[in-house]
């Protein structure tokens, strides 16, 4: 089955303790991204990937580091989480070109305490 | 920059009725494409209908359909004959077709009730 998984769904951490979300897709896609969805705010774009290796800011990097080491995996790392950064945050992936639509995963709730 | 506006926070219908959420966008661009996701209480983000700017023929699947304007920069969503499980929030998208990044700007989106 065709997905894009999310690792850990839900968690609740302190101020200034590294974590990290991992992304995972089994569609051999190119393009991955990672949004953040607030209340009243919609989503937005935190950090992309066009392929292994290659990384680019979103709308709202700060406080936020990507990484691209192998085709599947996108992890979202937080490396001091601050309050601000409590959200829902999604992973996406799509092949390049074309308007094929992004696929996203179950989301990760996020609570930093 | 493009933004992308949904007027309705909140909507209600009754069930078997037909309901229309609104969204307007901003671009410079003419080639685009718009989607329409569904975020039920799961919070999976799930692509209801999509359309590519350079079709003039608007967008069906099944009860969806979209009434697209590109000259006002709208993209409505009606949904018909409403169901009990249409309830959800419907967030509006906006992809630009070129560029290396394929960023979805999204609205604020609007909360569906369906009443029985």
């Known amino acids: 089955e065709a997905q894009v998984t999310q690792n850990p769904r839900y968690l609740i951490t302190v101020t200034g303790k590294k974590l990290t979300v991992t992304c995972s897709q089994n569609?051999?896609?190119?393009?991955m991204s990672w949004y953040r969805q607030d209340p009243g705010l919609g989503l937005r774009q935190i950090y992309y990937?066009?392929?292994?290796?290659?990384?680019d800011k979103g709308d709202v990097p700060e406080g936020y580091k990507v990484s691209r080491k192998e085709k599947r995996n996108f992890p979202l790392i937080l490396e001091s989480p601050s309050p601000n950064q409590t959200s829902l945050y999604f992973c996406?992936?799509?092949?390049?070109?074309?308007?094929?639509?992004?696929?996203f995963g179950p989301g990760t709730r996020l609570l930093v305490l | 920059a493009q933004t992308v506006t949904q007027s309705q926070p909140e909507m209600s219908v009754q069930e078997a009725e037909t309901v229309t959420l609104s969204c307007t966008y901003d671009?410079?661009?003419?080639?685009?494409?718009l989607f329409w996701y569904k975020q039920p209480p799961s919070r999976q983000m799930i692509l209801v209908i999509r359309?590519?700017?350079?079709?003039?023929q608007n967008a069906t699947e099944n009860r969806f359909s979209v009434n697209f304007q590109k000259a006002a920069k709208s993209f409505s969503l009606k949904i018909s004959d409403s169901q009990l499980g249409d309830a959800a929030m419907y967030f509006c998208?906006?992809?630009?077709?070129?560029?290396?990044?394929?960023?979805?700007?999204f609205g604020k989106g609007t909360l569906l009730t369906v009443n029985p």
């Open positions: 671009t410079s661009e003419s080639d685009y494409y």
């Open positions: 990937s066009m392929n292994v290796e290659v990384t």
């Open positions: 996406a992936s799509s092949i390049q070109g074309g308007w094929e639509t992004q696929y």
């Open positions: 569609m051999n896609h190119e393009y």
């Open positions: 998208a906006y992809r630009f077709s070129g560029g290396s990044n394929y960023k979805l700007t």
């Open positions: 359309q590519e700017a350079y079709k003039q």
